[in-house]
């Protein structure tokens, strides 16, 4: 799998991918929220990018050893750890997963393939505190 430059857009834009398609369907719901929060303005990207970027995602585990879509989560801990180690930055982090949760929400459902990737977003990036406070209201 390619690896991206600290922090960038793509970067960002992957650990949404990976949200998306965490619980092994990319949804209509998932899809309309991308919009409705106009998430790729949020990351520095434009829709087509984003989309396109969500598409090369799933290219690349379809054909990546991997691929996990047996178990809970499509990608294995070492890749998970390699995705979430992409972002350095503590206010991007948080971001991302405030973004992540209403993702994995938005079919009010959080399956076992969307925890995982919630649960290593908050282990590596060390936002356990930021868990327990409620998000900013918009």
């Avoid at 294995?76 to 405030?98: C, N, S």
């Avoid at 929400?105 to 290593?120: R, T, Y």
Wanted: charged residues 25%; hydrophobic residues 45%.
């Amino acid at each position: 799998m390619r690896s991206y430059p600290a922090n960038s857009p793509q970067a960002a834009a992957r650990i949404v991918a990976l949200i998306v398609v965490a619980d092994g369907d990319i949804g209509d719901a998932e899809i309309e929220l991308l919009d409705r929060l106009v998430v790729h303005e949020q990351l520095g990207l434009a829709r087509h990018e984003l989309h396109a970027l969500l598409d090369t995602f799933c290219e690349e585990l379809l054909s990546s050893d991997q691929l996990k879509w047996a178990d809970a989560c499509p990608v294995d801990e070492r890749t998970l750890a390699d995705l979430m180690g992409e972002i350095q930055d503590p206010a991007l982090r948080v971001r991302l997963l405030r973004l992540c949760v209403e993702l994995a929400e938005v079919d009010a459902h959080v399956n076992d393939g969307e925890s995982i990737v919630l649960v290593a977003a908050v282990e590596h990036w060390g936002l356990h505190r930021e868990m327990l406070r409620p998000a900013p209201r918009n």
